[in-house]
Each structure stands twice: as C-alpha cells, then as structure tokens.
C-alpha cells in the first residue's frame, strides 16, 4: 500500500471512531510526527486520545504517543444547544457601524427575557482589530450580567484544522477571592467568521457564567 494511501486509511480509520469528525494525519520522515483530531464534546478529549493510541496500536502497529495527538472539541449542534438550554445567553444580533474612534460593533445579548447590548469602536479597521472588538463587546454583555468585570478578552485567532475554519477566543477569568484563569472557547466557521468569533467568546464563558450566576 502506498504511503499516502495508507495515511488516508487511517484517517479513515480515526473518523469511524464515535465522536470524531475529522482526522488529519503528518507524516515526517516516514513515520507518522502528529495526529490532529476534530470531535464532538460526545467524550473526553484525554479519553479519546487514549483511544486513538489504541486504534493505531492494535489495526496498523504504530505506537504513538498520546501526546502528539492534538483533539479540539467543539459542538455541532451550537445554535440548537442555545435554543435547547434558556438558562445560556443567546447571541441575539450583531452589527457594523461609524463610532467616534473610526468602526464600531454592536452586539446584543439575550439572557432568558432580559437584552444585554454593548457597543465597542475603535480607529483601526483590520479584520483582526475587529475580531476583538466583537470579542470584548461579547464579554461586556456577559459582565453585565453579573454586575461585576469577570471576563476580559486575552485573544482570538482563526485556525485551519484538517478541511475545517475554527475561532478561538482566549478569555482571562477573574474571580473575587480565587485563582486567575485562562478560558479557551472554540466556534466553527459556518458562513461568518465574525459571528464564530462572538459564539467562541460564549463559548469560553459559559459554564463558568452559569455557574456563577446560580450561586448568586
């Protein structure tokens, strides 16, 4: 079996597994250097490696270690989940205008029967500064809700992993008397890259949205 053939065989072999939607194999010097996975949230990511390692072990003799498997979950059922779960903020609308500075975005979001609205501008107009102007935008509206700045916007980026677009958003967590965290939120790009950049940001903050909320 040729090399590419056998690489596109496990591949497919990956994406049969419950929960995987894509696989991409690397190839270095003959030998296999890294695994990239895109799953559902149906299972673990550590659970799901391991069983990758095994796969690979028992049906093509490779032993690779289970740190060179990279997974990124995400859910793709978002905009159903959102309609499913009241308790979630919903992206409500998202919008481009002239602000004082130069561009400016106006999002809403909803929260059960209450409308959380923030606008952001800023004199730069690449589509990175716009990235996060929504992202910081997005997290003002969660903020909002909870009276107090937990969230702040660290990052955002867009990936290409195997045959698909991901937005990233990394989110710096500050809890009163706790630990300083980073949250990562990931959002499949479907038609608009701006709107999975906003969806990443929930993504980042939900739980520990939620959870706050509930113990409030």
């Not at 049969?16 to 890294?34: F, Q």
């Not at 069983?51 to 995400?74: G, N, P, Q």
């Amino acid at each position: 079996m040729e090399q590419s053939t056998r690489l596109k065989d496990i591949e497919r072999s990956i994406e049969s597994m419950e929960g995987i939607v894509s696989a991409k194999v690397v190839e270095c010097e003959g030998n296999i250097s890294e695994v990239h996975v895109l799953s559902n949230r149906s299972k673990i990511p550590k659970l799901l490696a391991r069983d990758i390692e095994t796969l690979l072990k028992a049906r093509y003799e490779l032993d690779i270690d289970h740190k060179k498997i990279s997974i990124v979950t995400f859910d793709m059922n978002e905009a159903e989940r959102d309609v499913s779960f009241p308790c979630r903020p919903l992206l409500w609308s998202m919008g481009w205008k002239r602000g004082f500075e130069g561009i400016a975005v106006e999002v809403e979001v909803k929260m059960g029967d209450r409308l959380y609205k923030e606008t952001k501008d800023d004199r730069q107009g690449t589509v990175k500064d716009r990235h996060a102007l929504i992202g910081r935008a997005v997290l003002c509206c969660l903020n909002s809700m909870v009276g107090k700045p937990l969230f702040s916007l660290r990052g955002v980026t867009i990936q290409r992993f195997a045959d698909f677009d991901l937005a990233l958003s990394f989110v710096d967590c500050r809890i009163p008397q706790g630990e300083e965290r980073v949250l990562i939120g990931t959002a499949l790009v479907r038609e608009d890259t701006f709107e999975a950049v906003a969806r990443a940001a929930m993504d980042a903050v939900n739980r520990t949205l939620v959870v706050h909320l509930e113990s409030q």
